[in-house]
Every structure is written in C-alpha cells, then in structure tokens.
C-alpha cells in the first residue's frame, strides 16, 4: 500500500460556494481528489434550518452522496459559538442545538461532530460558573451522542479556554467517556502554543481526526495554503506518528472564480506535505 492511501483528507463545505446544490458540492470535492467532506452547521439559518430537515430530506441528501460517490463524514458544528453551552442566557437553546445536532448526524450517517470549545462567546464573560456550566452541559450532551453512536469531539478554538490540545483533554478526562475525543486545528494550535507536536502528544489515544488549516499570528481564517506560519510537515508527522488517518482540508472561498482549480491546488500542496512527513517518520 502506498503512503497516499494510509490517510484520507475531506474537504471543508465553505471552500466551495454557498449556492451549489449538495450533489454539485459532492461531485466537486470528488473531482478535486478528496475522500469525503465536513459539512457545516453554523450560525447562519441557512444551514441551521438543516437540522429540522425531515426524513425526506435527509434521503435526499443521502441519495446525493450515493450518485456523487461520495460520502459526507464530519460535521464542523459553529452554530455553537451562537449557542455555547456554557451560556446562561442560551443554555436551553445550547442543549436543544446539540441534542438536533446529534439526531441529525445519526440519520445522516455522519460519524464525527466537531464541536466548538465556546463556554460562552457574544454577550457572556468567561468565568469559573460558565466553564462549569459547559462541563456539565457537555457530558449531558456525550451521554446523549453515546446513545446514539455519535462522537463528539472538541476542536481547538481561537480562545483562551481551548485553544491547545491540553486544554480540550482535560473536558475528555473529565467526561471520561468513549464518545468524547478531540479534533485538533492545527492552525489554531500554532497560534497558541510554539510548541504544536508537544501540545498534539498531549492527546495521544484520544484524538479523533485533525483540521489542517493554515493561520498567521493573531489571524485565524482565508490563509491561502503556504502563506503562513504552519509547520505541516511537521505537525502531520506527530499526528500519524499517534495514530490519526483523518484529516479535512479547512479553507474558505473567497469569490474566485477559479474556485475549483483552488480546491485540487489545496489538495495537492496537502499531499505534498504527507510526503513530506513521511520523510520525518522515516528518518
């Protein structure tokens, strides 16, 4: 078996524009060389709305992946950040998105929801009642996932309370429970630590699949590939070295009208950097 088919790369639905219709979507991510892709749910009611899609709907959204030939796997979940669970204010509308969320991704066939390490975010101060309201709140919610055979797992955020791996472990020791792993941003993580293997072995046996996403110091979004700061050779290196074979390929169209030749570039230079890694695993 070749290198190239040890690991598989989705690709993240906002690289694509927003008006496609799911099977154009699909057939896009499939011609541009990727495995499967991570829909969004976030703070829009466009994609919001999708979690009171009826059966019907859903079918359909299934039946599309059947003719593109390819699957939707993960599902990046921001409306959280609208929604936290950490929230006093939202907390029933937290619970309720989480619990949708989940019913959802189980009719759907999805097997990961990356969920979003927000105690609170617009209106709300982060504080000691906040963060144990989210703990609290997000072991609810696992037990409700595990009920359903649905992994969460936490994405390392932009913020202060989880922006590294080592913070994101301690809500999955505290949880403690099979359905509750982490999701890493790499792209975030190089912007809270030096130190990004160090911080990735500090999930060992516990990380689900990572985001490889490009940043720049204190800018978290629309980082074309190679601009950066990231280490991808590197941080990939650490991620196989512990196990991880999934990946999604985080980026965002912009308005190009070579959108499509943006996403097979992305995938080319991602692959590249496989082979990079694999020169560091190998020596």
Same mark, same amino acid.
């Given at each position: 078996?070749?290198?190239?088919?040890?690991?598989?790369?989705?690709?993240?639905?906002?690289?694509? #524009?927003?008006?496609?219709?799911?099977?154009?979507?699909?057939?896009?991510?499939?011609?541009?060389?990727? %495995?499967?892709?991570?829909?969004? /749910?976030?703070?829009?009611?466009?994609?919001?709305?999708?979690?009171?899609?009826?059966?019907?709907? $859903?079918? %359909?959204?299934?039946?599309?992946?059947?003719?593109?030939?390819? #699957?939707?796997?993960?599902?990046?979940?921001?409306?959280?950040?609208?929604?936290?669970?950490?929230?006093?204010?939202?907390?029933?509308?937290?619970?309720?998105?989480?619990?949708?969320? $989940? $019913?959802?991704?189980?009719?759907?066939?999805?097997?990961?929801?990356?969920?979003?390490?927000?105690?609170?975010?617009?209106?709300?101060?982060?504080?000691?009642?906040?963060?144990?309201?989210?703990?609290?709140?997000?072991?609810?919610?696992?037990?409700?996932?595990?009920?359903?055979?649905?992994?969460?797992?936490?994405?390392?955020?932009?913020?202060?309370?989880?922006?590294?791996?080592?913070? *994101?472990?301690?809500?999955?020791?505290?949880? !403690?429970?099979?359905?509750?792993?982490?999701?890493?941003?790499?792209? !975030? $993580?190089?912007?809270?630590?030096? %130190?990004?293997?160090? %911080?990735? *072995?500090?999930?060992?046996?516990?990380? *689900?699949?990572?985001?490889?996403?490009?940043?720049? #110091?204190?800018?978290?979004?629309?980082?074309?590939?190679?601009?950066?700061?990231?280490?991808?050779?590197?941080? /990939?290196?650490?991620?196989?070295?512990?196990?991880?074979?999934?990946?999604?390929?985080?980026?965002?169209?912009?308005?190009?009208?070579?959108?499509?030749?943006?996403?097979?570039?992305?995938?080319?230079?991602?692959?590249?950097?496989?082979?990079?890694?694999?020169? /560091?695993?190998?020596?």
């Amino acid at each position: 078996m070749e290198f190239k088919d040890t690991y598989r790369i989705g690709l993240y639905e906002k690289a694509m #524009p927003s008006d496609l219709t799911w099977e154009e979507r699909l057939e896009s991510a499939k011609e541009a060389g990727y %495995d499967y892709i991570e829909m969004s /749910i976030d703070e829009t009611d466009m994609r919001m709305s999708r979690l009171d899609w009826d059966d019907g709907q $859903i079918y %359909d959204l299934l039946d599309a992946q059947r003719r593109a030939g390819l #699957p939707i796997e993960t599902i990046c979940f921001s409306a959280q950040r609208k929604y936290p669970l950490g929230s006093k204010i939202w907390e029933k509308e937290a619970k309720e998105l989480l619990r949708k969320g $989940i $019913i959802f991704a189980r009719k759907s066939g999805i097997r990961i929801i990356q969920t979003q390490g927000y105690d609170c975010y617009y209106e709300e101060t982060s504080d000691e009642t906040t963060r144990e309201r989210f703990y609290r709140n997000l072991e609810e919610g696992t037990m409700f996932a595990a009920s359903h055979g649905v992994m969460l797992a936490m994405e390392t955020m932009e913020n202060d309370f989880m922006n590294t791996v080592e913070k *994101a472990m301690y809500s999955v020791n505290r949880v !403690n429970s099979p359905y509750l792993q982490v999701y890493p941003d790499i792209g !975030n $993580i190089s912007n809270a630590t030096k %130190d990004v293997t160090g %911080d990735l *072995a500090a999930g060992r046996g516990h990380i *689900a699949a990572a985001h490889l996403k490009e940043t720049v #110091p204190g800018k978290f979004r629309e980082i074309p590939y190679g601009t950066g700061q990231v280490d991808f050779p590197g941080a /990939i290196a650490k991620l196989y070295e512990l196990g991880i074979r999934r990946y999604v390929s985080e980026c965002w169209y912009c308005g190009e009208a070579n959108w499509k030749e943006v996403i097979k570039s992305n995938r080319r230079f991602l692959d590249d950097q496989f082979a990079k890694a694999k020169e /560091i695993l190998t020596n």
